[in-house]
């Protein structure tokens, strides 16, 4: 079975504490934090998993996933030196609105299940996108989907199906080794 992690990189990257302590990095685009890279990696290669930004960093590298912007790059290189990559983006859900007031938070779990629904339902050839066999809803059970999967994002996404998915790390300090314990959990490892 597949696993999908997920990825927010604000308060799971980085954390309010290695903010103030690194302020040199951030003003030359430096944005993630090299030891929260490396727990994810971790977590990536203890899963076998495929990752998949769902980020607003996702609007800073093109279609094939080509940095475009600094902070993009060096996110890319640091994770390079761990053994890892992006392998997806999220679709784009958000609304001018939304852009505006920056609560971004309001359609991830829209655009996480959208994502599940058009590429793991299409590459599993017991579901279909098409198929009402398939529902992604609240409702949804485990054992609905042919793949396993969580989310990493330190914000409330409004979904009680990624609730249940999701490991929420304390902004203040970023990924830890017990979220990646419980992460590994979720994932049924």
Do not use: C, Y
Request: net charge negative; proline share 3%; aromatic share 6%.
């Amino acid at each position: 079975m597949q696993n999908i992690i997920f990825l927010d990189i604000d308060g799971v990257l980085n954390s309010k504490f290695w903010d103030e302590e690194h302020q040199r990095e951030i003003s030359d685009g430096r944005l993630v934090d090299a030891g929260a890279v490396r727990l994810l990696a971790e977590l990536i290669k203890k899963a076998d998993a495929k990752l998949i930004l769902h980020s607003g960093w996702r609007f800073w590298f093109d279609e094939n996933l080509k940095p475009l912007r600094p902070e993009a790059e060096h996110l890319i290189t640091v994770m390079a030196q761990e053994g890892i990559r992006l392998d997806g983006v999220t679709p784009d859900l958000t609304t001018e609105e939304i852009r505006k007031s920056k609560k971004f938070s309001l359609v991830k779990a829209e655009e996480i299940l959208l994502w599940l629904k058009e590429n793991i339902a299409s590459a599993n050839s017991d579901f279909s996108s098409n198929d009402e066999t398939f529902k992604i809803d609240e409702t949804s059970k485990d054992a609905d989907f042919p793949a396993n999967w969580l989310v990493l994002d330190d914000l409330e996404l409004h979904n009680g199906l990624i609730a249940r998915h999701q490991i929420k790390p304390d902004p203040n300090v970023g990924l830890t080794h017990e979220d990646v314990r419980r992460a590994l959990n979720i994932l049924k490892l």
